[in-house]
């Protein structure tokens, strides 16, 4: 279908019913349906506001972000027989290797459409989080976060200014809303008060929110890799063997302990699997998957999967991979979140396993002397999204001020420098 015009004199749009006409849209091909925003400004807010949430709850994965490293030439010879002094100097260079990672991105389409390379070595080393279509980036020397789309091309600069070292995560689902959220997140301690800072695109401020949880929780732990966003709820996972639970909306937090496994391990991956958070977790002999179904008891995870640890290895050699040859690790790296699909890996490679088949398909191979840092970055899904950043006018949001408020919140006020 070519281009419309939108000349008022040569333009013919039908009349139709809205439901006739959303219908019709949500089949044409992506770019076309971004294209006809131009049409009218009926046509842009239909397709924004109604078409979008629509499409974007079909789409598919796209592919995945995930950070590669050059190793020294003694380390990029190891392999699973290595000393253990050989293997704890290993893992002491991968915790400190942040400065010279490398980020890649890896299609997982059949057409091998690279949507996602798009400005990739500019964002290298500053990928924070993804999720559902968006991209959060970090500007270390301006102290300021940019949401970035790949889809469309476009990109929202936020200022955000703090004396403590934070975490930050992207809270975004353009099936329920066009807007999204930036939390800020400090590292937490014992003595010092438990907050977190959250922007979001709707109001264009960032407030500060104070949390009340038990301290025994968190207590001096770090997290572990990546931030899922779901119905909500922001999850991570901590080193204290617990999943930690702020729902965005109360503004309230709580922790849960992880499902009773054999051991604590760096070896873990959380993420959302067909509308339900899933843990995925390497073991000393078993490779568990299990979906949570309430997220307010500990017993509340449901064991999905579990399979030998030899097994699949022995079904991953038969298939041709000779993972163990090459590195001495093997962990879950990510989650599909539309199909039974876990990824898996070592330093050098990323395999999908979709589970009730069985299959395995090898989805990247890093070059000789490089490695995928593995529990130390996470590996992040990507999928498409429609949503137009420059339509929720944040183009000129420049600066931000603490301002106090009454409760426990404090609201950064746009406009005004720090």
């Known amino acids: 279908m070519g281009p419309i015009s939108t000349q008022k004199d040569v333009c013919f749009v039908p009349k139709l019913c809205p439901d006739v006409l959303v219908q019709i849209l949500c ?8 294209q ?3 049409v009218s400004k009926d046509w842009y807010f239909l397709i924004s ?4 949430p629509i499409v974007s709850a079909k789409t598919s994965l796209c592919g995945l972000y995930f950070h590669t490293l050059a190793l020294s030439d003694d380390m990029s010879r190891l392999h699973r027989n290595s000393s253990y002094d050989a293997k704890n100097r290993y893992f002491a260079e991968l ?28 964002h290298a080393k500053n990928l924070l989080d993804s999720c559902n279509g968006l991209l959060l980036l970090r500007k270390p020397s301006t102290r300021q976060y940019d949401v970035f789309n790949p889809t469309t091309k476009e990109s929202v600069t936020i200022p955000y200014s703090c004396d403590s070292y934070c975490d930050a995560a992207l809270a975004f689902d353009p099936c329920k809303s066009i807007h999204f959220k930036v939390i800020c997140i400090p590292y937490f301690h014992l003595d010092a008060p438990k907050w977190l800072d959250m922007f979001s695109s709707e109001t264009e401020k960032w407030v500060r929110h ?34 930690f639970c702020i729902d965005l909306n109360l503004v309230s937090a709580h922790a849960i302990d ?7 391990s760096l070896s873990s991956s959380i993420g959302v699997s067909v509308g339900h958070l899933c843990f995925a ?8 998957i299990w979906l949570l179904e309430d997220n307010k008891q500990a017993d509340g995870w449901i064991l999905k999967h579990s399979i030998r640890l030899d097994y699949l290895l022995d079904s991953l050699m038969v298939a041709q ?14 989650i599909h979140p539309k199909s039974d699909v876990i990824f898996l890996g070592t330093a050098r490679s990323i395999i999908s396993w979709h589970i009730k088949s069985n299959k395995f398909n090898l989805v990247s191979k890093t070059r000789e002397g490089m490695v995928v840092p593995g529990c130390f970055t996470p590996v992040l899904t990507y999928s498409r999204c429609l949503v137009p950043l420059k339509s929720l006018g944040m183009r000129n949001f420049r600066s931000n001020q603490f301002a106090m408020n009454s409760g426990d919140t404090k609201v950064f006020e746009p406009g005004n420098a720090v």
């Open 27 to 34: 089949r044409l091909p992506e770019k076309d349906l971004i």
């Open 210 to 243: 104070t949390l009340h949880f038990d301290p025994v929780y968190i207590d001096g732990s770090h997290i572990i890799k990546e931030f899922v966003y779901l119905d909500g709820m922001l999850y991570w996972v901590l080193a204290s063997k617990n999943l």
């Open 258 to 264: 992880l499902p009773k496994i054999e051991r604590s």
């Open 95 to 122: 915790s400190k290797s942040g400065d010279r990672q490398v980020l890649e991105y890896v299609s997982l389409e059949s057409g091998g459409d690279e949507i996602g390379e798009v400005e990739i070595d500019k």
């Open 36 to 38: 006809y925003k131009c």
């Open 321 to 334: 991979f000779r993972l163990l040859d090459e590195i001495f690790w093997f962990q879950p790296y990510a």
């Open 281 to 288: 977790q390497c073991e000393r002999s078993n490779v568990s």
């Open 49 to 52: 506001d109604t078409c979008v």
